[in-house]
């Protein structure tokens, strides 16, 4: 008899819980408007990303193709899982000082968590998080990206 109780007790248990989740899809019927999921790819022009959404790491670049990055390695020490490596060279100032300058930004999307550490880490916000998630490549070496373009430069008055 306690066998045939606690059978019944379970099984009004598991049909209110049921009930519970058909509650909250049927009220999507009502008031479709509260919807959230998103039809992509249908709907990628009208299609909204929270502000908190973290894609890849990008080097920002002004109109003169100068940027931020000293070379000084921070986000590289920050990352946890080496996705990013600094190659650095040192120029030769107009008052004849070697300076360690910014050679080339690597940056390996296939390893990166998008934890966001290298973006906290670095003092002058060179990096940042992008938007972009459509990542999907065939071949695995367009995922290996150099961040900093062609003939870019530091921008004056970053140390």
Do not use: W
């Not at 408007?33 to 959404?53: G, L, S, V, W």
């Not at 690597?106 to 390893?111: A, D, G, K, N, S």
């Not at 940042?128 to 290996?144: I, N």
Request: proline content about 4%.
């Amino acid at each position: 008899m306690a066998f045939l109780k606690e059978y019944i007790s379970e099984v009004y248990q598991a049909v209110s819980s049921l009930l519970k989740g058909m509650k909250t899809t049927g009220s999507y019927f009502v008031r479709p408007k509260e919807i959230i999921t998103q039809q992509y790819p249908d709907n990628r022009a009208e299609m909204k990303i929270p502000e908190r959404f973290r894609g890849e790491v990008v080097m920002t670049h002004d109109e003169n193709n100068e940027h931020a990055c000293t070379g000084c390695t921070a986000c590289e020490l920050a990352c946890p899982n080496a996705t990013i490596k600094i190659i650095t060279k040192f120029d030769t100032t107009p008052e004849g000082k070697k300076k360690k300058a910014l050679d080339t930004f690597v940056y390996h999307l296939e390893l990166c968590t998008m934890c966001n550490l290298c973006v906290e880490a670095c003092p002058t916000s060179a990096i940042k998080m992008a938007q972009t998630f459509e990542h999907s490549v065939y071949d695995r070496s367009q995922l290996l990206k150099k961040l900093n373009q062609p003939g870019s430069k530091l921008r004056a008055g970053v140390e």
